[in-house]
């Protein structure tokens, strides 16, 4: 039986792709020890194209049952992460603990830029806290199509559309679809999300797509590298599967 993913497989390009914001989430088990005053001079020192430094901190609530003694307990854990904004406040990234975070927002140019500037940036993180296992991979496309209407039929734009109840004729207000897919013969999951954001004299249609792999594995780059050019091409599948041959025509 044929591998149900085919790298080879091209897919149509879209200058005005509707990319709001593109994520690489790697969640992993560090071997050295959490130093936030040690790694901030580092990243620092290496990514001066980054000055832009935020301190990402945790807390916990213990609640009491009702009829027991005792008040909330509230536990400062203290700092769990760092995150760097760009100089031009596009590229984001987050040296945490037991995770690499990296986004792009819009304008989203293509994989390729993406990709080496997640990989520059996660070879960075690697380095510095060497993870031993990897728990998660996550790649997450957020998508939003601006139509300049107050009204619009959304069969011109997805193909498999949100619909009111048949019968009712009761026109369709709003609509939030949530979808969690299993890819066949791998180990990807996806999660899709549909709905709609109106504004005055627009309406935003989103589209969210989620890949994770859940399956922990001792680190490797090489299959982290084949892991995300994977993910990227079910992302790819469900994208253009969602929308109409209408819409990605005038996305080109």
């Not at 969640?27 to 005053?37: A, F, G, I, M």
């Not at 987050?94 to 520059?120: H, T």
Request: net charge neutral.
């Amino acid at each position: 039986m044929a591998k149900p993913i085919d790298l080879k497989e091209k897919f149509p390009h879209l200058s005005k792709a509707p990319i709001v914001e593109a994520v690489i989430d790697i969640r992993v088990v560090p071997l050295v020890k959490w130093d936030e005053t040690g790694l901030q001079a580092e990243l620092k020192q290496r990514l001066p194209d980054f000055p832009k430094v935020e301190t990402l901190r945790e807390a916990r609530v213990q609640i009491v049952p009702p009829g027991q003694p005792g008040k909330p307990a509230f536990e400062d854990v203290g700092c769990v992460g760092l995150k760097l904004h760009s100089n031009d406040n596009l590229h984001i990234v987050q040296f945490n603990k037991g995770a690499f975070v990296f986004s792009r927002l819009k304008p989203y140019a293509d994989w390729g830029k993406f990709s080496q500037e997640a990989l520059r940036l996660w070879a960075i993180y690697c380095e510095l806290l060497k993870p031993t296992e990897v728990r998660r991979i996550g790649l997450r496309f957020i998508n939003r199509i601006a139509i300049k209407q107050t009204t619009i039929e959304l069969s011109d734009y997805y193909k498999y559309p949100p619909e009111s109840l048949k019968g009712l004729n009761w026109p369709l207000a709003g609509y939030l679809h949530h979808d969690v897919m299993q890819v066949p013969e791998t180990v990807y999951s996806v999660n899709v999300i549909k709905t709609v954001q109106n504004i005055p004299g627009e309406i935003g249609l989103l589209l969210d797509i989620d890949v994770f792999m859940p399956s922990q594995f001792a680190y490797n780059e090489l299959r982290i590298i084949e892991c995300l050019e994977e993910m990227r091409w079910v992302k790819n599948k469900i994208f253009f599967g969602s929308l109409t041959e209408k819409l990605i025509q005038e996305l080109k």
